[in-house]
């Protein structure tokens, strides 16, 4: 008897991260059935709010049960700034952040420089603070360069665009050994940006979905 393909629940609070996530599953897992749910307010409220208050929180953990309660083996948050939520559901299936994975390749990359960039400035401030939690509880310390690139903002989906917009805020920044991208709707930008910047640009689609399933099925792809 066929094992029944793994189902991995991309939870979402923003449209344009999840062609992304999907195409990170068809490289990196492709034993997955991938399922998308949304709710495309919660990055608007967000920002509406400043940040993400109890009651967003509490949006997108009921997505998180909906997910696992409707048999889910796995679980990826596409929106970086509910990671804290990721780590607080309590489920008996893993249940990881966006830039989870990718951060763990910043801190085990054996760089001196890093350029984190996104695209609208509260994204940008959450992923510095999570990052330096990060590295901080990993003993890591890293010269982080926070980059803005405002114009990535209104290109959804075109990698091309998306690196024009990308390597415009970074270049000229001396030093970097690596850039990472802090939001699943500018991760289609990294390969392209590699290529053009020769270093290693981190993105999370691909990365968390080498680690679900590792976890799952207990074997890199």
């Known amino acids: 008897m066929a094992v029944p393909a793994p189902q991995i629940a991309l939870v979402g609070a923003v449209a344009a991260a999840a062609p992304p996530a999907t195409a990170a599953f068809a490289a990196a897992f492709p034993e997955a059935r991938t399922w998308n749910i949304l709710d495309d307010r919660l990055i608007a409220d967000a920002l509406d709010a400043g940040g993400v208050t109890d009651e967003l929180a509490g949006r997108m953990a009921a997505l998180i049960e909906y997910a696992i309660s409707r048999g889910a083996d796995g679980v990826l948050l596409t929106c970086s700034m509910y990671g804290p939520v990721a780590h607080a559901a309590a489920a008996g299936v893993p249940v990881l952040a966006a830039d989870d994975a990718a951060f763990a390749d910043a801190a085990d990359g054996d760089f001196s420089r890093i350029a984190l960039v996104a695209s609208l400035p509260l994204p940008l401030a959450d992923a510095r603070e999570r990052l330096d939690a990060f590295l901080a509880e990993r003993g890591v310390r890293l010269d982080i360069v926070d980059v803005l690139a405002e114009q990535a903002a209104d290109v959804t989906g075109d990698a091309a665009a998306l690196a024009d917009a990308v390597e415009a805020a970074v270049r000229g920044i001396p030093n970097l050994d690596a850039v990472l ?26 990365r968390a979905a080498a680690r679900l399933r590792e976890t799952l099925l207990g074997a890199a792809p």
């Open 181 to 206: 991208l802090a939001q699943y709707s500018v991760s289609p930008a990294a390969d392209v940006l590699a290529e053009r910047l020769g270093i290693p640009v981190l993105a999370g689609p691909v």
